[in-house]
């Protein structure tokens, strides 16, 4: 017990002398920054002006990890890099549902909903897409931009009806991830992906 007591009195004394060891820099320092004159912020802000200097050496860190955007750092920002690591662990590197670029630059390619539909001499026409040049029976996609897989179980038959007839007349695909994929219209293509733990699809009797 007494040897407790005499560890918390030392604890307590430590404490103590490391408060006032504190106090004693924070006041040289406040004394030594209020007499200077060469540093206007810490004669103004004295020994809290001091961290101002050391905020601007670690803003680079903090800013690269906690305040920086996706595409505001150069030569090569975050999205960049972290491109580059995904795609040199063989991940996926595509990144759907929205963009992080900026938008306002003159000549950036961006997708708007059009009140009317385009014309025929203003569609701008694309190369088909060929898919696994070196397999047995390499595919050649039609189409570039194509309706990605969603949740189709919860919107009515007549919208993934609809989605499959303007697939079918605008001669894209619709992706399907469901193991029974919705009804769709006769004539529009399908990409089915199989789900995890199933190997095979079976034709409706």
Same mark, same amino acid.
């Given at each position: 017990m007494d040897f407790a007591f005499r560890a918390m009195q030392a604890m307590a004394l430590g404490f103590v002398v490391v408060l006032g060891l504190l106090l004693l820099v924070a006041l040289v320092l406040f004394v030594i920054d !209020? %007499?200077? +004159?060469?540093?206007?912020?810490? !004669?103004n802000y004295p020994v809290i002006g001091r961290f101002r200097h050391l905020f601007t050496e670690l803003g680079e860190f903090f800013r690269q990890y906690f305040f920086a955007m996706d595409r505001e750092e150069m030569p090569f920002n975050r999205?960049?890099?972290?491109?580059?690591?995904?795609?040199s662990k063989g991940?996926? %590197? +595509?990144?759907?549902?929205?963009?992080t670029r900026n938008l306002s630059i003159p000549g950036t390619a961006i997708f708007v909903n059009a009140p009317f539909p385009p014309l025929d001499d203003q569609y701008a026409s694309s190369e088909p897409l060929l898919i696994g /040049? +070196?397999? !047995? +029976? /390499?595919?050649?996609?039609p189409s570039f931009f194509n309706i990605s897989g969603m949740s189709y179980g919860v919107i009515s038959r007549p919208a993934v009806e609809a989605l499959s007839r303007g697939a079918r007349e605008a001669g894209v695909w619709s992706e399907h991830r469901r193991r029974r994929p919705q009804p769709l219209s006769p004539g529009g293509w399908m990409r089915h992906r199989l789900p995890d733990r199933h190997r095979e699809i079976r034709r409706a009797r």
């Open positions: !209020r %007499n200077q +004159t060469g540093d206007a912020i810490r !004669r999205a960049q890099r972290d491109w580059v690591d995904r795609a991940e996926a %590197n +595509t990144v759907a549902f929205g963009s /040049p +070196t397999a !047995r +029976t /390499p595919y050649l996609a």
